[in-house]
């Protein structure tokens, strides 16, 4: 019994769909003991954007915005319908279906109008029709290729906390739901089809898991069923050793580790969601990335194993762009206690998510590397929190760096391997690339560092370059 995970590209056309279909046809064919899979279907592509961005317009009570997101949601999911439904009937129950659900969005979406205001537990109701849409039509689609396919609300299965946009599962609920729910159907060798990123919390409010949850979806019903495998379907054959749009050689890696795949993912990489593989080390489930539209591909097996991860040295070079620094600094600073702690209790007060601390030559300053739509935000609240210090000359200046770009190296290996940060710095000065800051310790998966935005595409490469990750390693 595996779980198999489709991205929004997996699911986004007529063409991608039939895909689809003939991907978990081959799995249910080679299936021998321990039948059954569970399909997570995201939203199709751009949908969740468009609902999230009309959950805006609504609180600024832009209605025509409204209409047109609810029109094209309509559009994209009848053409599918139309193309890929042979059964009249059927096709019929999923266009009135359709037309229930947008009435639905339509009145929550009005009732935000009226409010003037969006909450997170609307925005996760509108975010989340995506998925609810989906995941009744990729049943039928698999249905009319001939496959055992049954819909399984996800809103029943997965029971989360009340945080809304980012909600957590609580765990031995959704497994004993799954087990009771999907066991029978999995027995039957079925392919339980459900939406991902949506749940709802015990008394039956809908949440979602945080953008792009649908993997960690996969992974939760993975646990809760001690599924065989996870497999992640995306546009991309597994996990690359850097963005290949950066770096015209990189490849496929066979195999990464739980540690490297999470560090890559929050670094920019995001091939799957972070928190993907929580649920998995929980259960030792294995995950598997692999690419809908080069299915062959062996794709890039996610493993515990972090002896062989010792091995392999730097695997990947991720860059994550839109940054900003920002630092305070002064010479009043020196030896006084508690500014850090200061420091970062207004920046969690505002929620900014800070990506590095990079430690500066000097005492005299703290610098910090927050996303740069969050840099006004941020400095606006320390410049708050040290009003004071400010004003008396302790701290001279509070200010962002914008057009900043973290470049990391991450390989489990860094931690046993001495002299990889000297190969770092000595890359990137052959290259004659200016490093602003660096941080190290933060995480023994990698060493990230600080670069100019007009230097980044040349410290992936320098990097890539120098740690050979252009070539297989054994
Ligand atoms: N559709 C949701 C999103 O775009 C969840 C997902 O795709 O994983 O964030
Ligand atoms: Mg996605």
Redesign the pocket.
């Given at each position: 019994m595996i779980v198999m995970k489709f991205?929004?590209t997996s699911v986004g056309s007529a063409d991608a769909l039939r895909q689809v279909a003939a991907i978990v046809r081959r799995e249910l064919d080679a299936q021998q003991t321990r039948p059954g899979v569970v399909v997570v279907t995201?939203?199709m592509?751009g949908v969740?954007d468009l609902l999230s961005a009309a959950a805006q317009a609504a609180a600024n009570a832009d209605h025509d915005r409204t209409e047109a997101t609810c029109n094209l949601l309509r559009a994209q999911h009848a053409e599918v319908t139309e193309t890929l439904i042979d059964d009249a009937d059927v096709r019929w129950r999923l266009t009135e279906e359709l037309e229930e659900t947008i009435r639905q969005l339509r009145r929550v979406l009005d009732s935000i109008a009226v409010l003037g205001e969006l909450t997170p537990r609307g925005n996760d109701w509108i975010c989340g029709t995506g998925e609810q849409v989906m995941a009744p039509l990729l049943t039928e689609v698999l249905r009319s290729a001939g496959i055992a396919a049954v819909h399984a609300n996800a809103r029943s299965l997965i029971v989360t906390d009340d945080n809304f946009g980012a909600a957590e599962p609580l765990v031995s609920e959704t497994e004993s739901r799954c087990q009771t729910q999907l066991t029978p159907l999995l027995a039957q060798g079925r392919a339980v089809v459900t939406g991902g990123f949506i749940a709802s919390t015990f008394d039956g409010l809908h949440t979602t898991l945080g953008r792009?949850g649908?993997?960690y979806s996969a992974a939760i019903l993975g646990a809760a069923l001690d599924a065989d495998e996870i497999q992640i379907w995306t546009d991309v054959s597994g996990v690359k050793t850097a963005d290949p749009k950066v770096v015209p050689d990189a490849r496929s890696l066979r195999e990464i580790t739980f540690p490297e795949i999470a560090e890559l993912a929050y670094y920019g990489a995001r091939v799957i969601h972070p928190k993907t593989v929580r649920p998995a080390i929980r259960k030792g489930i294995g995950l598997r990335v692999l690419n809908t539209f080069e299915p062959d591909h062996a794709g890039t097996r996610v493993i515990a194993d972090e002896h062989r991860a010792r091995q392999a040295g730097i695997k990947a070079i991720s860059a994550i762009r839109d940054m900003n620094m920002i630092m305070i600094e002064g010479r009043g600073m020196i030896g006084v206690p508690g500014i850090a702690a200061r420091a970062f209790r207004a920046v969690s007060d505002v929620n900014a998510n800070v990506l590095m601390i990079s430690q500066s030559s000097s005492e005299q300053s703290i610098c910090f590397v927050v996303p740069d739509d969050s840099a006004d935000m941020v400095i606006n609240a320390l410049r708050r929190e040290f009003s004071m210090e400010l004003d008396r000359g302790y701290i001279e200046r509070i200010d962002g760096d914008p057009d900043i770009v973290i470049v990391a190296a991450v390989g489990q290996a860094i931690r046993h391997t001495p002299g990889i940060a000297a190969r770092v710095f000595s890359a990137l000065g052959d290259a004659r690339i200016n490093v602003v800051s660096i941080a190290q310790g933060a995480s023994d998966t990698m060493i990230s560092l600080v670069v100019v935005r007009d230097a980044a595409d040349a410290a992936v490469n320098a990097l890539h370059q120098a740690f050979n990750l252009a070539q297989p390693t054994g």
């Amino acid at each position: 019994m595996i779980v198999m995970k489709f991205g929004g590209t997996s699911v986004g056309s007529a063409d991608a769909l039939r895909q689809v279909a003939a991907i978990v046809r081959r799995e249910l064919d080679a299936q021998q003991t321990r039948p059954g899979v569970v399909v997570v279907t995201s939203a199709m592509s751009g949908v969740t954007d468009l609902l999230s961005a009309a959950a805006q317009a609504a609180a600024n009570a832009d209605h025509d915005r409204t209409e047109a997101t609810c029109n094209l949601l309509r559009a994209q999911h009848a053409e599918v319908t139309e193309t890929l439904i042979d059964d009249a009937d059927v096709r019929w129950r999923l266009t009135e279906e359709l037309e229930e659900t947008i009435r639905q969005l339509r009145r929550v979406l009005d009732s935000i109008a009226v409010l003037g205001e969006l909450t997170p537990r609307g925005n996760d109701w509108i975010c989340g029709t995506g998925e609810q849409v989906m995941a009744p039509l990729l049943t039928e689609v698999l249905r009319s290729a001939g496959i055992a396919a049954v819909h399984a609300n996800a809103r029943s299965l997965i029971v989360t906390d009340d945080n809304f946009g980012a909600a957590e599962p609580l765990v031995s609920e959704t497994e004993s739901r799954c087990q009771t729910q999907l066991t029978p159907l999995l027995a039957q060798g079925r392919a339980v089809v459900t939406g991902g990123f949506i749940a709802s919390t015990f008394d039956g409010l809908h949440t979602t898991l945080g953008r792009g949850g649908s993997d960690y979806s996969a992974a939760i019903l993975g646990a809760a069923l001690d599924a065989d495998e996870i497999q992640i379907w995306t546009d991309v054959s597994g996990v690359k050793t850097a963005d290949p749009k950066v770096v015209p050689d990189a490849r496929s890696l066979r195999e990464i580790t739980f540690p490297e795949i999470a560090e890559l993912a929050y670094y920019g990489a995001r091939v799957i969601h972070p928190k993907t593989v929580r649920p998995a080390i929980r259960k030792g489930i294995g995950l598997r990335v692999l690419n809908t539209f080069e299915p062959d591909h062996a794709g890039t097996r996610v493993i515990a194993d972090e002896h062989r991860a010792r091995q392999a040295g730097i695997k990947a070079i991720s860059a994550i762009r839109d940054m900003n620094m920002i630092m305070i600094e002064g010479r009043g600073m020196i030896g006084v206690p508690g500014i850090a702690a200061r420091a970062f209790r207004a920046v969690s007060d505002v929620n900014a998510n800070v990506l590095m601390i990079s430690q500066s030559s000097s005492e005299q300053s703290i610098c910090f590397v927050v996303p740069d739509d969050s840099a006004d935000m941020v400095i606006n609240a320390l410049r708050r929190e040290f009003s004071m210090e400010l004003d008396r000359g302790y701290i001279e200046r509070i200010d962002g760096d914008p057009d900043i770009v973290i470049v990391a190296a991450v390989g489990q290996a860094i931690r046993h391997t001495p002299g990889i940060a000297a190969r770092v710095f000595s890359a990137l000065g052959d290259a004659r690339i200016n490093v602003v800051s660096i941080a190290q310790g933060a995480s023994d998966t990698m060493i990230s560092l600080v670069v100019v935005r007009d230097a980044a595409d040349a410290a992936v490469n320098a990097l890539h370059q120098a740690f050979n990750l252009a070539q297989p390693t054994g």
